[in-house]
């Protein structure tokens, strides 16, 4: 009797069974909560310009960012019938090249490559205002295109196309190797860009994003900050969710004997830091193993082999800790005090002074070796 066959029909649904689990995604609550404020935030008519999606590594913005991009493909899904050409949203992960400064004309033309453009340093994909697909040449000079005009026809090209959001994912890479004053200009940079599409630009990164408070007042005023946080093992509503999750995860693994492992809840709370996008690979990695090696159920020896280190989970979790201080605001008491305080006694208080060093005032000059001070000096005789 042939039993290859059998074989192979056995292994193909095994890894079927991987494929299926590997591509689900899990709604959560933290997770639906954050989906939730960023749907409110970009619908708003009073909407602003940027939206920062922040959180610690691991915790699912990534995903986040996919589930976005989706509901505002559901929402235009008319539109898009209609309108053939309409891009309602461009997703993009920013790539870091290991240099020293963020290059700018290379996130323009990736993003004018997936708006269909043929070429982005020589041409457009429409002309008219009827949204004819025709190539209009960008006027660029001689010269290689440029930031700003690469910008410019972004610009034009996202109005031509309906886009209405911009999601950037790991945008943290823009301010890798910047001082604050050029992590300003990074943020400017994307004010200029947002006010030139009509469209938000939505950040999605790691704490290193809320550099932006620390920018001007003006920026700050155009930014909406929104957090994805891991779950807290000492809140009782964090740990039934997290709990709630790791059921709903090991229920979805096809196994001849299903796994019984909510007993080792805190364990997997351990070992993924509460962030449920470091549990769901953890466990597609262990799933993975006992079905490709044909066992039965979830061995916890394959489990505990494959987890992630403890030095990097601790890495994670200091991560997200020192984040969450950045992200407490100041109590009204402090705000109460810089509002009714005069300039002088404000002044006073924060140890301003007008000297040389005073950040507006005159700066120092400098004089060359030999350079006299400009006095006048003293004539007649002296006793």
């Not at 290689?144 to 005009?149: E, L, M, V």
């Not at 155009?222 to 997290?242: C, M, N, V």
Request: proline content about 5%; charged content about 25%.
């Amino acid at each position: 009797m042939n039993t290859l066959p059998n074989q192979n029909q056995e292994q193909n649904m095994r890894e079927a069974h991987v494929a299926d689990f590997l591509s689900r995604r899990i709604n959560h609550p933290k997770l639906n909560d954050a989906l939730k404020q960023l749907e409110d935030t970009l619908w708003q008519k009073s909407h602003p310009d940027i939206i920062v999606l922040t959180g610690p590594t691991g915790v699912g913005k990534s995903t986040l960012a996919e589930k976005l991009e989706q509901r505002i493909q559901e929402r235009f899904a008319t539109d898009m019938r209609r309108q053939i050409d309409m891009v309602p949203v461009l997703h993009l992960s920013i790539l870091s090249a290991g240099s020293s400064t963020f290059n700018w004309k290379e996130l323009y033309s990736r993003m004018l490559q997936q708006l269909s453009s043929v070429s982005p340093q020589l041409t457009l994909p429409f002309d008219t205002d009827e949204m004819m697909l025709i190539d209009e040449p960008i006027k660029l000079g001689r010269s290689a295109p440029t930031a700003n005009s690469l910008q410019s026809a972004l610009g034009k090209a996202v109005k031509k196309r309906g886009v209405r959001a911009i999601i950037l994912d790991e945008a943290n890479q823009l301010l890798l190797g910047h001082k604050a004053q050029e992590q300003s200009r990074q943020y400017e940079i994307l004010k200029s860009l947002a006010a030139s599409t009509n469209a938000v630009i939505i950040l999605v990164g790691t704490y290193d994003l809320l550099s932006i408070q620390e920018q001007s007042a003006q920026l700050v005023r155009r930014t909406r900050i929104i957090k994805l946080p891991h779950y807290h093992r000492t809140d009782k509503d964090d740990w039934e969710s997290f709990c709630s999750s790791l059921s709903t995860l090991i229920s979805w693994m096809n196994l001849p004997r299903q796994p019984d492992l909510l007993h080792k809840a805190e364990y997997f709370y351990l070992k993924s830091a509460g962030c449920i996008g470091i549990l769901k690979p953890w466990l597609d990695s262990a799933y993975e193993y006992c079905r490709v090696h044909g066992l039965d159920q979830l061995d916890m020896n394959v489990v505990e082999q494959l987890a992630p280190e403890n030095r990097s989970i601790l890495t994670i979790l200091k991560e997200a800790q020192a984040g969450e201080i950045r992200l407490q605001d100041i109590p009204m008491d402090e705000l109460r005090q810089h509002c009714l305080l005069g300039e002088k006694d404000y002044k006073e208080s924060h140890h301003y002074r007008d000297d040389d060093n005073h950040r507006y005032g005159k700066p120092k000059q400098k004089r060359r070796p030999g350079e006299r001070k400009p006095t006048r000096d003293q004539t007649g005789w002296q006793p």
